[in-house]
């Protein structure tokens, strides 16, 4: 039986909801942030699945860190979204789930690195 991977399907899940905005978000004509976006959004997910192959407890947090960095900057990204008014789309269940898993995301990073 395959054991479920929180981490790896809540980032994969995320990827696909901003694929969903950049597309939004071009048919607005906005092409620069929405580019950036779409860059650190899915990379995410990316870096978690290139953990999931870690060949070691260092390989992993060291992946796992990019994944972090990915999603704080993805939160910078939709934070310039929502304030500088560039479009009338609603992204705060956006930010709400890029919180959550910069929040999984360091709590796996730290507790990783307190095991001996």
Do not use: P
Not at 2 to 17: C, H, Q
Not at 36 to 52: D, H, M, P, W
Not at 73 to 94: A, C, F, G
Request: proline share 0%; charged share 30%.
């Amino acid at each position: 039986m395959k054991r479920e991977n929180i981490i790896l399907d809540k980032s994969f899940d995320f990827a696909l909801t901003i694929i969903d905005l950049y597309k939004k978000l071009k048919n607005e004509s906005e092409h620069v942030i929405s580019k950036q976006l779409l860059r650190s959004g899915t990379s995410i997910g990316a870096n978690v699945q290139e953990a999931t192959a870690a060949f070691s407890r260092k390989d992993f947090v060291h992946k796992m860190s990019i994944s972090s960095k990915e999603a704080r900057e993805t939160r910078y990204w939709l934070q310039l979204i929502d304030k500088s008014e560039l479009t009338k789309i609603n992204v705060q269940n956006h930010l709400i789930e890029v919180e959550n898993l910069v929040k999984i995301l360091t709590k796996i990073v730290k507790t990783t690195q307190e095991k001996k």
